[in-house]
């Protein structure tokens, strides 16, 4: 879908709350990461003298956020609808 299409079948706050859902998302592991990290464990277990201490957490990356920075899901999409909102503005300024 190009850009100017999604302007015109998409709200602003449709989109809004795709940008909060993706950046949460990108937080999970996909079934893709899981799978990977079984075959890097596997590979390791085979090199390693105790293989039964190495975990599938260890090859899983973990995007963890400082506490401090955490946002809710309504934060976010605030956030995102203030910084829309801004450039909405701006825009009107210019013309």
């Known amino acids: 879908m190009s850009t100017?299409?999604?302007?015109y079948e998409i709200t602003s706050s449709e989109f809004v709350e795709w940008i909060a859902y993706l950046d949460e998302k990108e937080?999970?592991?996909t079934r893709?990461?899981?799978?990977?990290?079984?075959?890097?464990?596997?590979?390791?277990?085979?090199?390693?003298?105790h293989p039964w201490l190495i975990k599938l957490n260890d090859?899983?990356?973990?995007?963890?956020?400082?506490?401090?920075?955490k946002r809710t899901w309504k934060e976010k999409m605030n956030s995102?609808?203030?910084?829309?909102?801004?450039?909405?503005?701006?825009?009107?300024d210019k013309k």
């Open 27 to 29: 937080e999970t592991p």
């Open 80 to 92: 995102a609808k203030g910084f829309f909102g801004t450039l909405l503005s701006s825009y009107k």
């Open 4 to 7: 100017q299409r999604a302007q």
């Open 32 to 49: 893709q990461d899981v799978l990977l990290g079984n075959i890097a464990l596997e590979c390791r277990r085979s090199y390693v003298k």
């Open 59 to 69: 090859f899983l990356q973990v995007f963890e956020m400082p506490k401090e920075r």
